[in-house]
């Protein structure tokens, strides 16, 4: 069984950054991956960022590219979100994930609202 929980999040004017936070916990096995991934209503789930174990290899949607940063420390089991220069269009709920194969384990989500 394996957790994660998320912290962070929260309200910002547009142009504001916010820190998103995940760790987990649980039967982990070594070499995975971890993303963030986030959901707008009435969209469907989408890919943000992700991060090798290694953490030299990151991939951003093109949407937020230039903007967030992800990265993570392996010996606390956590994933970061840095996200800076936020716009309306970023508002969703926010779910980190562990890849082990497949993106089979989830956070509980983060609201991240941005107003114009």
């Known amino acids: 069984q394996v957790q994660l929980v998320q912290s962070g999040g929260g309200s910002v004017q547009a142009g504001g950054s916010l820190r998103l936070s995940c760790t987990a916990s649980?039967?982990?096995?070594?070499?995975?991956?971890m993303g963030w991934f986030r959901q707008a209503p009435g969209n469907e789930r989408e890919f943000v960022a992700a991060?090798?174990?290694?953490?030299?290899?990151?991939t951003y949607a093109d949407s937020v590219k230039g903007r967030f940063t992800i990265s993570r420390d392996n010996a606390k089991k956590a994933v970061y979100l840095q996200m800076n220069s936020l716009k309306p269009e970023d508002t969703a709920v926010y779910y980190c994930?562990?890849?082990?194969?497949?993106?089979?384990?989830w956070g509980q989500g983060t609201q991240v609202t941005v107003s114009s």
């Open positions: 994930a562990i890849n082990q194969g497949s993106w089979g384990y």
């Open positions: 649980g039967r982990i096995f070594s070499n995975y991956a």
């Open positions: 991060i090798t174990w290694a953490g030299g290899t990151t």
